[in-house]
């Protein structure tokens, strides 16, 4: 081969390859993406997958579907993902599996922090802080105030040890300095019952769950663990407002991939979910199960999992939180 010949095949492989990665790159998805949501059907968790899925099954140009797969209090879909080298499967994360389990459990089958990448924070659901209406607290001040003059008296209910009612109780117990009883159940439904017909004083239960109650005046909202008041409560204060500065409480939902993702897999479904979460379709769902849609960066999501861990670590600990 002539030396101008292989100038020519070098120069052309130069202009070709970056072509060519290109290319291989705008390729992905090649298939359907599972979209695992580590928890039973139903609920916030289930709305926010479909929420994301369904607009990036448009943007994509692949179907993205939500595989529920509870268990564990999510740590068996945790694991299977972990593991999970396809390029096509992603986990929702939530505050339980990345900032509470790894301080709840002595060992888990997962590492929240090495077997996955962030992609993107969807979305926040604030945490409402109720009462039986029978209970004399018109508000926070005066709940904390009737805790404090009946000491370990009065009760709250929770999901189970660990749920996201648990959490947002302790969190509050530490804030404001009280002793509640912690009377946990099997579920919300169960939680609820009792709730609503006296048995329980107190709960804290993610906005979509209760909303219609307190709208009918079965349950009193004392204070909502989100940053500003919430547009389908205007009239009830956050925890922030009623004494505690920088209070939040919400439960979170994020999109994570396991660590095997290739960089420019990752990148390209980050850009693509901030936007299917910006999107009038996904505000408007999410905006019905009184969700904050969120977005963001890997980068920030990544900062925002480190703050959650430590502010967790110390919620645990002090409570000496054990699973069931």
């Not at 009280?178 to 609503?196: R, S």
Request: with cysteine.
């Amino acid at each position: 081969m002539n030396t101008n010949r292989r100038t020519l095949l070098l120069a052309s492989s130069a202009v070709l390859l970056p072509a060519f990665d290109a290319l291989a790159q705008a390729a992905w998805p090649s298939k359907p993406i599972r979209f695992v949501v580590p928890f039973a059907p139903g609920g916030s968790s289930e709305i926010i997958a479909r929420s994301a899925a369904g607009e990036l099954s448009k943007t994509l140009g692949q179907n993205v579907f939500v595989d529920n797969k509870p268990g564990a209090s999510g740590n068996i879909a945790m694991a299977e993902v972990a593991h999970a080298d396809d390029q096509h499967t992603l986990i929702l994360g939530h505050i339980g599996t990345l900032a509470v389990n790894p301080y709840m459990y002595d060992k888990l089958p997962y590492d929240p922090n090495k077997d996955f990448k962030p992609v993107s924070l969807l979305a926040k659901v604030p945490s409402l802080y109720v009462v039986n209406p029978n209970l004399p607290a018109k508000n926070l001040k005066e709940f904390i105030a009737l805790a404090k003059s009946r000491p370990g008296q009065m009760n709250y209910g929770s999901a189970g040890n660990g749920s996201a009612g648990h959490l947002a109780m302790e969190y509050l117990k530490m804030t404001a300095n009280i002793f509640l009883t912690h009377i946990p159940y099997k579920g919300t439904g169960p939680q609820l019952t009792d709730l609503l017909g006296g048995r329980l004083d107190a709960a804290s239960v993610g906005a979509s769950a209760i909303l219609q109650h307190i709208k009918a005046g079965k349950l009193r909202c004392i204070a909502t663990g989100s940053a500003q008041r919430l547009a389908q409560l205007p009239d009830v204060p956050t925890v922030a407002e009623q004494g505690f500065p920088g209070f939040e409480m919400t439960q979170w939902y994020g999109m994570l991939a396991p660590v095997s993702m290739t960089q420019a897999n990752i990148d390209k479904l980050a850009v693509e979910t901030q936007k299917a979460m910006k999107s009038g379709a996904a505000l408007e769902r999410l905006n019905q199960d009184a969700a904050q849609s969120v977005g963001g960066t890997p980068a920030q999501f990544a900062q925002f999992i480190a703050q959650e861990q430590k502010r967790w670590k110390q919620v645990v600990e002090r409570a000496r939180i054990k699973p069931e």
